[in-house]
Structures are given as C-alpha cells and as structure tokens.
C-alpha cells in the first residue's frame, strides 16, 4: 500500500466546484435544465466556507434562480447521503428532479500514504421519476463517529491514525456491516446482484470482503484504485456509474460508500 498505478489530477486552475459542474454539463446534456428543481452538492474540499458552493454550480449550469440547493459537506459519504436526499425530496412529491454533485480535490500531504491515494474526480446523478435508467429499491445506513481521518477548519492536510486501525476497525467493519444489513432487510442474496460496488482503498483486503460475503470475482465492481485514485465523496458514485454504463435490464447493483459510517444503496436497472 499505496498500489501502483496513476491517480487523477485536476489542472492548476480547477477545484471541487469547477470538475462538479463539468459533470452536471455531461449528466444534463440532452436534458431540459428549466425543470430540474434542485441542486446538491456533496465535498469535503468546498473552495469556500461561507459562500453555499451548490449555488455556485447552479449558475453556472444555468438552472432556475427557484432551485433548491444544498451543500454536503466534512464526510466522504456526502456523496450518497445527498443522493438519498435527492430521493427523498422526489419520492416525497417536494420536487421532481434534483441533480446531484459529488467532487472532491484534495491535497495529501507530502510523504503520506494520502498523497499517493487520493484522486481528484467528480461525479453526477440525476435523481427523478421519468424515463428513469435505474430505480432506487433500498437503501440502508449505518453511522460512527470513527475519528480514522480528520481535518479542523484552518488546516491544509488531513490527519490520519495508523492504516491498520483504518483498515480493520473502519472500513472492513463498517462498509460489511452497512452491505449485509441491506442484503438482510431486504431479504436477499449476494448472489442476485449483478454488481457489487463498495469503497475499500486497501485491494488484499476489498478482495477479502468480497470473499466473506460469498461474491464472485465477476460481481465486484472495478474500484478505480490504479486509474484514478480515491475520489473521496464522489467515489462510491463513480463506481455506481461505471456499473450502469455496463449494466443490463433487470440488473442489480449494491453501491456503498464509507466515511464516518456508510450508506448501502440497491439500484435495480430498467429497460
């Protein structure tokens, strides 16, 4: 650890917000921005504290001056978290579209093992209830206050206690742990999912989980690891869309991400 491989770099003059709209430029191309309803965007690296960052994102992409938004922010899992708000809002009847943001550039320090894993990358989803490619068929969360990475206002680089605690006590006990308390509140199977996607920046040991739960090799979703490097809040929705490009009707994906807990989603694609 760290893998060999590359890692994605955004260039001098881009941050979170800039490589976010990027992405809301592709996931809306073709679409009619005049009846998206809200915006959210979900980082740990916000260019600005107070200045609402979502707003920003909106403009630029040219959506209503009536567009909801909103920033998730401090947690890696603020990816997911916003896409089950998104969810909500639209399941509720409150909205019928919300374009979800999920970016992250952050610099490692020097020397650590977090310069050599962390990616800059963005990702969007829209969420809403027409002509939908995947529908959402459960989600189920789990939260800790696992102090493995922290940054307090002011600093430039992340702290982190020592990979074994992080590897062991986090990710292999939280991300397994939000993974089979969804198989098992919705009755299910490792076996009826076509993909499985979850974030474990340690490769032995993503296998080694793989392994526990009784999945095929076939079923594990590629973690971008070698290529692009951990992408932080949008990196369990880069693997989410990287299934669904792959994806087949009747397909069904398990998305987790971790971060002071961890989100399991259940997608099941359409026709």
């Not at 939908?132 to 969360?141: D, P, R, W």
Request: hydrophobic share 40%; aromatic share 8%; proline share 4%.
């Amino acid at each position: 650890f760290p893998p060999p491989g590359e890692k994605a770099v955004a260039n001098w003059d881009e941050d979170s917000i800039s490589i976010a709209a990027g992405a809301g430029i592709d996931c809306l191309t073709g679409m009619e921005r005049e009846k998206v309803d809200g915006l959210y965007f979900a980082t740990t690296s916000q260019p600005y504290m107070v200045r609402q960052n979502s707003t920003i994102i909106a403009s630029a992409l040219d959506l209503r001056p009536d567009t909801r938004t909103g920033d998730f922010v401090a947690c890696t899992k603020s990816g997911t978290g916003a896409l089950l708000s998104a969810f909500d809002a639209v399941n509720g009847g409150t909205a019928n579209s919300i374009l979800v943001c999920a970016a992250d550039c952050r610099t490692g320090k020097p020397g650590s093992p977090q310069e050599h894993l962390f990616g800059d990358g963005a990702a969007a989803l829209l969420m809403g209830n027409e002509e939908v490619i995947a529908t959402l068929e459960g989600h189920y969360s789990v939260s800790y206050d696992f102090p493995d990475r922290w940054k307090s206002a002011g600093e430039k680089f992340e702290h982190a206690w020592e990979d074994r605690f992080i590897r062991d006590e986090g990710y292999k006990r939280i991300v397994l742990e939000a993974i089979t308390g969804l198989l098992k509140k919705y009755n299910l199977d490792v076996k009826d999912l076509a993909k499985l996607a979850y974030c474990f920046p340690y490769p032995r040991d993503h296998a080694a989980v793989a392994k526990k739960l009784g999945a095929d090799p076939s079923q594990i979703q590629d973690t971008m690891l070698t290529t692009v490097g951990d992408t932080g809040s949008a990196y369990s929705l880069m693997m989410l869309v990287a299934a669904l490009e792959e994806a087949k009707p009747g397909d069904k994906i398990l998305v987790a991400s971790y971060g002071n807990g961890s989100d399991a989603l259940l997608f099941q694609v359409t026709d």
